[in-house]
């Protein structure tokens, strides 16, 4: 996958690829089609906020959920 990713506090991103993440039994991937950066996201790259590094920002998104694990409930939407 590719990610926009903090390394250094208030650093410019850098775009990285990054391996695609396992899917628990319970939980989901979610192939992010479109993501925003807001304030918190701010805060974690000027260090107010602590977060570890390396970072990837972006919590508020949108995206298709795929795949999906066994037992989870998801279906084929997510928002995070
Ligand atoms: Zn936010």
Redesign the pocket.
């Known amino acids: 996958m590719r990610a926009a990713v903090l390394r250094e506090i208030r650093q410019p991103l850098s775009l990285e690829e990054w391996p695609d993440p396992d899917c628990p039994t319970d939980g989901v991937v979610c192939r992010v089609l479109a993501s925003?950066i807001?304030?918190?996201?701010w805060h974690a790259w000027e260090g107010g906020d602590p977060v570890p590094m390396p970072h990837i920002p972006g919590?508020?998104y949108c995206g298709e959920s795929w795949p999906w694990g066994a037992t989870s409930r998801a279906g084929p939407w997510a928002t995070g």
């Open positions: 925003g807001c304030r918190s996201d919590h508020e």
